[in-house]
Structure formats: structure tokens, C-alpha cells
């Protein structure tokens, strides 16, 4: 093909990969989805990134940028005919800007590598997906990730201070920090746009001291409900923790089958909570929705285990079934009691099905894995059905279809549910003024018949 030659004629060796293996690394994410692109690219500065839109746009090939694919609604699969271009090699620290409490980075570092980077320096980045040990912090910010520390710090939208990001047209546009802060509306548009406006290359980023002490708790409840009132009590007297995490009893019993350490005879619910500074106000709290027990974590060490068991949670579900589909929907905190109650009541209605919950309590937003055999056609469509239902429920209660994971391809088809048709014609709209040609992640976010 000819604009695979002229890629190949641009970029430096070994930067363009046809191979039918290569194409097939790079053929699915985090959803399992598959398809092949036509070629999968590296670029290693913005120059080649420059070179790669300026070919794709002059043969009218689509872009799918990539980070490290571990998006949870297909934003990384490959169109047909498409180029991949994946950024794991743009993945260096360029600069702390210690006066200004700034990072930039290049998109493809890696979240956890970025925080080992400036540990030594005493700052950390706030955005802390669960992902964040594999996740790049350019699929934070095209994704507009969230996390545990949701609640307390903003999304990722909240922490970039500037971008510099290449349009369909070749052009490198610098926003925020890049451009003595100008630019702001572009750079808001292209954080949590997943990839469909510009393809991000430079970011300044939010950092801050680590601190210096922390209250890291396990609380173990006999009965939801007195979990999730001392959830809202939390935020109802001022208190902002850094997480306030949740599992539900069915998952916790799973998961201290292969660590017992955490296992609490009747429990079925558990937040681990970790906040700064005094811990008084939070026991206070406990004295009036009683937990089970409370296990403060004793030192560092205990703490570090006490997040290994949270972030095991994601790797036990596929001990229970071959296929997932992990949702993020977000109700606001006042109405997680009745959608709790909902997800429970309807995962009763199917046999082929099991839906499991963790997710960010702060921010009301429900990690609800609904677990089955992908095989069986039967489950499949009980568990299609069983998601579109779950999703009706959180918009009746004014919450969202995605509080972090995105649209992709796995949740386009919902997206009416939620916006009303004159709000999706507008960010169609956005779409095409950013990307007349379409060139850029095209079938994502939008049905073909709302983006055109």
C-alpha cells in the first residue's frame, strides 16, 4: 500500500510494523475485542507524529492512537484499514518544574512510572486510576480518568495544566502552560475526548508534595446500608478523604478465599479509607454508623497491603468467569443506597449471570462486573440486557453511563439514553470542526448515523 511505503520512508527503522504479528499485539484492548489494522506504528518524537497525521490525512487513512490498551470500552481498537499508532515509546519525564508544581511528560509513561519518578523528587500526580500500574498518562487524560482519589482531587481534566497535541491537519496547537495560558477551551475539549480530536504529545501536569502522613483503614460493615450512611456522613460533615473505596460482601468473601487475612465472618461490606491529617473526626463518625470492626494499618508496610488487596480485585474476577463487562456507572452519593439495592435485586433475574460490585464510593461511581461465559450465547445476551438495564437505572437517577471509562465502542449505543439528541448533534459537531476529514479514532463515541 502506498502510504504504508511513505510512512516507512519517513519514520526511522523498525518504527512501522506490517507483520501479521505485530498487527495482531495490536489488534484489541482491555475489552477483548479484536480487530487488524493495516499497519501499527511507533512514533518517538512529535516530528514523526507530525509525519504520520500529515500521511494519514493526505491518503484519507484513519489514526487509532493507542497508549498501553487497557481501555475498558474499545477506544483502542483497531477501524479497518486503519494505522495504530501507538505511543509506548513516547514515555519519558522531561521536566520537573518544581516552582511551578509541574510535570511534563511525554503521553506514553506509564501512571506508576511517573509516580516512581517523582518520589525522590517528594511529589506524586493525584490522578490514581486502578489502572495506574499499567495505564499511560495519555490514556488518563484522553479518557479523563478518575480513580480512587476522585473525590478529592478532581479527575485527571482537573490536574493538566497545558498540552500540546497534533490536529488532522499536521499542526502542533500548544494550550495552558505551553502558551502563557491561552488555548484552555481547546485543551478542556481534548481532555476526556478518547482520542477523536488531536492526538496529545506533550502535557504539563499538576504535582504535588507527597504527604506526609496518612490514616489508612479497613472498615468492615454486617450491613450496607450502615456502610453507605457512613459513606454520606463522611461528606455531609466536610471531611475529604484521599479514597473511600467500596466492596461488596459477595466480592470480599471471593477475594479472602486466597487471602484470608481479610476475612470477617458475616461482613457484607468494606470501605478502606484513607485520608490525611487527624483521624478523630472519621472514629467519630464510626461511633454513629457502626462498623463490624476497623483495622488501622500500623505502618507502611501494612498500608502497601491494604491497597495490594484493593487493587486485587480486578485479577479475581476472572476466577469466577471467563468474561466480564466492567462497568463505570456513577449515581450521585445520595442515590447509591437505591442503585445498590437495584444491581442486587437484578442479579437475581438471571442464572448465566453474576454481577459484583467495587468502585469509588466518593464519587458514586459502581464498578459492576457482570460475570458469565462468552461462549454461551445465551449468557451474552442476558448479560447485554442485564447492562442496559443497570445503565436506565443510573440515568433515572439523574447519574451518568461513564464516570471514567468513556464512550469507545462499548457504550456508543447508550449514549442516547443519556444525552438528549441536540446535545450528541453538538458534540458531533465539535468532532467535525476538530476532524473534517475523520481521521482521527473514527466509530468511536458516535454511532455513524450521529456523526455524520
Avoid at 317 to 343: G, Q
Wanted: charged share 20%; with cysteine; proline share 6%.
Amino acid at each position: 500500500m502506498e502510504f504504508i511505503e511513505a510512512l516507512k520512508s519517513r519514520l526511522s527503522r523498525n518504527s512501522v510494523d506490517t507483520s501479521l504479528e505485530g498487527l495482531h499485539a495490536y489488534s484489541y484492548d482491555a475489552t477483548r475485542k479484536s480487530s487488524l489494522p493495516c499497519a501499527v506504528v511507533y512514533p518517538l518524537s512529535t516530528n514523526d507524529v507530525v509525519s504520520i497525521v500529515k500521511i494519514a490525512h493526505r491518503f484519507g487513512v484513519p489514526i487509532v492512537p493507542r497508549g498501553a490498551g487497557s481501555g475498558l470500552t474499545g477506544g483502542a481498537i483497531p477501524v479497518p484499514g486503519c494505522i495504530l499508532m501507538s505511543l509506548e515509546k513516547m514515555n519519558n519525564l522531561l521536566r520537573i518544574d518544581q516552582e511551578n508544581t509541574t510535570a511534563i511528560v511525554e503521553p506514553g509513561i506509564v501512571n506508576s512510572a511517573l509516580q516512581a519518578r517523582l518520589a525522590p523528587a517528594g511529589y506524586f500526580f493525584p490522578c490514581d486510576p486502578g489502572s495506574a500500574a499499567f495505564a499511560s498518562i495519555g490514556g488518563n487524560i484522553v479518557e479523563n480518568a478518575c480513580g480512587m482519589r476522585g473525590r478529592h482531587f478532581g479527575s485527571c481534566y482537573s490536574q493538566v495544566k497545558g498540552l500540546e497535541y497534533v490536529g488532522a491537519d499536521g499542526a502542533v496547537v500548544s494550550t495552558g502552560y505551553f502558551s502563557s495560558g491561552t488555548g484552555r477551551i481547546l485543551q478542556a475539549l481534548l481532555c476526556g475526548s478518547e482520542g477523536t480530536l488531536g492526538i496529545v504529545v506533550k502535557a504539563a501536569l499538576t504535582i504535588l508534595p507527597i504527604p506526609r502522613d496518612f490514616t489508612t483503614a479497613l472498615l468492615f460493615f454486617r450491613e450496607k446500608r450502615v456502610c453507605f450512611d457512613y459513606a454520606l456522613g463522611v461528606y455531609e460533615k466536610g471531611l475529604l478523604p484521599y479514597s473511600l473505596e467500596f466492596i461488596d460482601g459477595e466480592l470480599l468473601r471471593l477475594l479472602t478465599v486466597s487471602n484470608p487475612v481479610f476475612r470477617k465472618e458475616g461482613c457484607e461490606a468494606l470501605l478502606l479509607l484513607e485520608a490525611g491529617g487527624d483521624a478523630e473526626p472519621y472514629h467519630a463518625l464510626a461511633r454513629d454508623h457502626v462498623p463490624q470492626e476497623i483495622v488501622i494499618a500500623k505502618d507502611s508496610k501494612e498500608r502497601a497491603a491494604f491497597w495490594e488487596f484493593r487493587n486485587s480485585v480486578s485479577p479475581c474476577l476472572y476466577t469466577i468467569a471467563p468474561t466480564k463487562i466492567n462497568e463505570d456507572i456513577a449515581v450521585p452519593l445520595e442515590k447509591v443506597p437505591e442503585f445498590d439495592a437495584f444491581l442486587t435485586d437484578l442479579g437475581t433475574t438471571s442464572s448465566r449471570v453474576r454481577i459484583l460490585t467495587f468502585g469509588h464510593i466518593g464519587i458514586g461511581c459502581f464498578h459492576s462486573n457482570f460475570m458469565f461465559d462468552g461462549t454461551d450465547p445465551l449468557a451474552v445476551v442476558e448479560a447485554e440486557d442485564l447492562v442496559r438495564r443497570a445503565i436506565q437505572k443510573a440515568v433515572a437517577l439523574e447519574g451518568t453511563i461513564s464516570c471514567e471509562h468513556g464512550i469507545g465502542l462499548s457504550k456508543r449505543e447508550f449514549l442516547p439514553i443519556e444525552l438528549p439528541p441536540e446535545s450528541i448533534r453538538f458534540h458531533a459537531a465539535i468532532k467535525r470542526a476538530f476532524d473534517p476529514s475523520a481521521i482521527f479514532n473514527p466509530g468511536k463515541i458516535f454511532l455513524p448515523t450521529e456523526s455524520s
